[in-house]
C-alpha cells in the first residue's frame, strides 16, 4: 500500500517561493531516490529534479537549476521542494515519485506509477 501526498502548492507571483512536501508512506522510503515531477496543461509529464537515498545527490533539470532545491527527512518520510524565483512556465500539477536507480546512480525515471493527488501550483506575472 504504497501513498504518496503531495502539498505546499499554492497561487504565488511570479519571483516568489514555494515549499512543497511530499509524505511517503507504505514502502521502505529511504531506500529509494525520490523525484518531483511536473505537468503542465496539454504537456507531458517532466521530471524535475530527484535526490539520492540519503539525501547527498540532487539533481535538478536545467530548467529549475539554481532556482529550486529537492531535500528529504527520512526520519519523517517527508520529501521537500523549495521553490524560488517562480516562473510562469514553472506551473503545473506537481507530483512526486520514488526513481529509479541505474548504474549507481538515481535516475529520472519513476519506479512506479503510485502517483499521489498532487499539488497544483500557479504563478501569475
Known amino acids: 500500500q504504497v501513498q504518496l501526498v503531495e502539498s505546499g502548492g499554492g497561487s504565488v507571483q511570479a519571483g516568489g517561493s514555494l515549499r512543497l512536501s511530499c509524505a511517503a508512506s507504505g514502502y521502505s522510503y529511504d531506500n529509494y531516490c525520490m523525484g518531483w515531477f511536473r505537468q503542465a496543461p496539454g504537456k507531458e509529464r517532466e521530471g524535475v529534479a530527484h535526490?539520492?537515498?540519503?539525501?547527498?545527490?540532487?539533481i535538478y533539470a536545467d530548467s529549475v537549476k539554481g532556482r529550486f532545491a529537492i531535500s528529504r527527512d527520512n526520519a519523517k518520510n517527508t520529501l521537500y521542494l523549495q521553490m524560488n524565483s517562480l516562473k510562469p512556465e514553472d506551473a503545473g500539477m506537481y507530483y512526486c515519485?520514488?526513481?529509479?536507480?541505474?548504474?549507481?546512480?538515481?535516475?529520472?525515471?519513476?519506479?512506479?506509477?503510485?502517483w499521489g493527488q498532487g499539488t497544483q501550483v500557479a504563478v501569475s506575472s
Open positions: 535526490v539520492s537515498p540519503d539525501g547527498t545527490s540532487p
Open positions: 515519485a520514488p526513481t529509479r536507480k541505474k548504474y549507481g546512480f538515481c535516475s529520472f525515471e519513476p519506479l512506479d506509477n503510485y
